[in-house]
């Protein structure tokens, strides 16, 4: 592969494709839409084969981070919430404020430096903390009275979302959770292309294999799932305003592993988002 600072690349195999472009002095790549486990139709040694995007991610983008020896600097990650939480504006907000409540995820996988540049969490700022209070505190009256969600639209989404910015929440960028990439137009989830309909999180690193991606991929659609089914019960929503600092590693660790769990993933894949050292007590969650 030859880079080319003048425009971007876009590279088929087969079924699958990617993208890659200098995005001021950092290679950025770009994988086409996939679904967790899917496999698409490849051909390689001259042989039609099936792969994951996991395996493809290894054979083409780890390929070419290892043979010129680069660094990851961050591994963004978009979801389509127009196919996975349909119009829910109510499960949007529980989703962002599960990863709110999880500001350790920073210091686990190593980017607490980074965090106050690229990703901001709403506890960062007293002015986006006391937004997130009070849009909760508003769904939580609502959930008490046992009002239900409409969730027959997307545009009670896209609605939503203006609220939020409104309130000065996740109006920028670097936020941990981005919603820019939500609004009224037609339905795309390609981020090669110009999506409107994704989710946006920003705190992971770049995986260092597909194995990892792999894993934060349940990890993230395992929060969402758990999230329904709190949604679902009436749970009331908890946001709890920590910050990186509030915890050391072994709390970190520890967070981590009931975190995961909860989210259905296993000790392997567990181990493969870790990058700090794991506890005895963060491996007993998995016994």
């Known amino acids: 592969m030859n880079l080319c600072n003048s425009g971007q690349r876009l590279f088929h195999i ?3 494709q990617f993208l890659f472009f200098d995005d001021v002095n950092v290679v950025e790549f770009h994988t086409k839409p996939y679904n967790l486990n899917q496999e698409f139709s490849v051909k390689l040694n001259d042989r039609k084969v099936r792969k994951t995007t996991g395996e493809l991610f ?4 780890k390929a070419f981070m290892d043979k010129t020896k680069r660094v990851s600097k961050s591994g963004h990650k978009h979801i389509d919430i127009f196919r996975l ?3 829910n504006a109510e499960l949007l907000l529980r989703v962002i404020v599960d990863f709110e409540n999880a ?3 920073s210091l686990v996988i190593g980017r607490q430096a980074q965090q106050q540049e690229y990703y901001l969490y709403a506890s960062d700022r007293l002015s986006t903390k006391n937004a997130l209070i009070m849009v909760t505190s508003w769904i939580n009256s609502c959930v008490s009275r046992g009002l239900k969600v409409k969730f027959d639209n997307f545009c009670n989404i896209t609605n939503f979302v203006k609220l939020l910015k409104y309130l000065g929440l996740y109006e920028r960028k670097c936020t941990q959770i981005n919603l820019r990439h939500i609004n009224d137009h037609e339905h795309c989830a390609d981020i090669n292309e110009s999506p409107n309909t994704t989710l946006e999180f920003r705190v992971f690193d770049s995986p260092r294999n597909g194995a990892e991606m ?6 993230i659609l395992g929060r969402v799932s758990l999230s329904s089914k709190r949604q679902a019960i ?9 910050k990186v600092e509030d915890y050391n590693q072994e709390q970190a660790a520890l967070q981590a592993a009931i975190f995961c769990k909860e989210a259905g993933l296993d000790y392997k894949e567990f181990e493969l988002i870790m990058r700090i050292p794991i506890t005895d007590e963060a491996s007993r969650t998995f016994k």
């Open 85 to 87: 939480l349909k119009g």
């Open 103 to 105: 500001a350790w995820l």
């Open 234 to 242: 009436g749970e009331l929503l908890d946001y709890r305003a920590y």
């Open 214 to 219: 792999d894993a934060i991929n349940k990890l």
């Open 58 to 61: 290894d054979l083409t983008i």
């Open 14 to 16: 087969g079924d699958w």
